[in-house]
């Protein structure tokens, strides 16, 4: 009747159909198949039905295409070829990754860490388009259409996919020797309560920093003599003699290893934090 849509044909029965034919015989299709003859005859019984036509006519010996038959599958075999088609381009872009990834991280851990990073996966996978977005704030990835997110630290629970990709690191305390002349070194977390200390404010509680001792963890509340939203700028002013730091490894490694800055209260120091791609 006007109006109404097509029936829904069996996909299964449909190519079932196209390869009886192109093999000459049930039989021989089926063993392609690795399905039963009886089954592969059913499907294409099941078929006829749904279009009210014989496709095939058979015999004991022989096997032939009806008119219906052959207008059928002059059809159907485009139609079918496309479909394979289809399936062979997507276990392509499975196996041969291609296309744009969008990424985003950190301002200071993309300036620092992500350009080697990418450059390698570039020249591995030819055919991807990388897009790096450095941010400051925590992205939603589904929201803003961002394929994949470099994190360090515990992940919030979620239904996003997460997998540990690098090496730990660490948030270490640092200080100038000048600093260190003029304040004296701390001994114990307890002792920085009477030092002046340089705190992250992006960090939830930028003022309350975590440590180890023995199976316990603690958390002393310093007192910052100022903040900033970079670690690049707390690594400047721990270097100037400001205060200590706390600083990721790839910020204040370098500082260290040229003699400006040095690593305080190391026993204490929390388990090293992952990164994640998420």
């Given at each position: ?141 589904i ?66 920093w975590?440590?180890?001792i023995?199976k ?43 003699g400006?800055?040095?690593?305080l ?8 934090l ?5």
């Amino acid at each position: 009747m006007p109006g109404q849509s097509a029936p829904q044909r069996d996909l299964n029965a449909v190519a079932a159909f196209a390869r009886v034919v192109e093999h000459g015989s049930f039989r021989a299709a089926a063993r392609v198949l690795g399905i039963p003859k009886s089954t592969l005859s059913l499907k294409v019984l099941e078929l006829e039905a749904e279009l009210g036509a014989r496709l095939l006519e058979r015999t004991t010996r022989s096997l032939r295409l009806t008119d219906a038959g052959h207008a059928y599958r002059e059809r159907v075999a485009p139609a079918l070829e496309a479909l394979a088609d289809a399936a062979r381009a997507v276990e392509e872009l499975n196996t041969t990754p291609s296309g744009r990834l969008r990424m985003t991280t950190t301002v200071e851990g993309g300036q620092i860490l992500i350009g080697p990073l990418v450059a390698e996966y570039l020249k591995r996978y030819p055919a991807v388009e990388v897009q790096v977005h450095l941010v400051d704030r925590h992205v939603d990835l589904i929201e803003e259409g961002f394929d994949l997110a470099l994190r360090g630290g515990a992940l919030p629970d979620s239904t996003l996919v997460a997998r540990k990709i690098a090496a730990p690191g660490s948030l270490r305390l640092y200080a100038s020797p000048e600093y260190l002349r003029r304040r004296g070194t701390p001994k114990h977390p307890n002792q920085l309560e009477k030092h002046d200390c340089l705190a992250m404010s992006a960090q939830s509680k930028p003022t309350s920093w975590g440590f180890q001792i023995g199976k316990r963890q603690i958390s002393v509340e310093v007192r910052a003599r100022s903040q900033a939203n970079s670690f690049v700028v707390l690594r400047d002013l721990a270097t100037a003699g400001i205060g200590i730091a706390r600083l990721p490894d790839y910020i204040g490694a370098p500082a260290h290893e040229a003699g400006k800055l040095r690593v305080l209260l190391e026993p204490f120091l929390l388990a090293p934090l992952p990164w994640h791609a998420v």
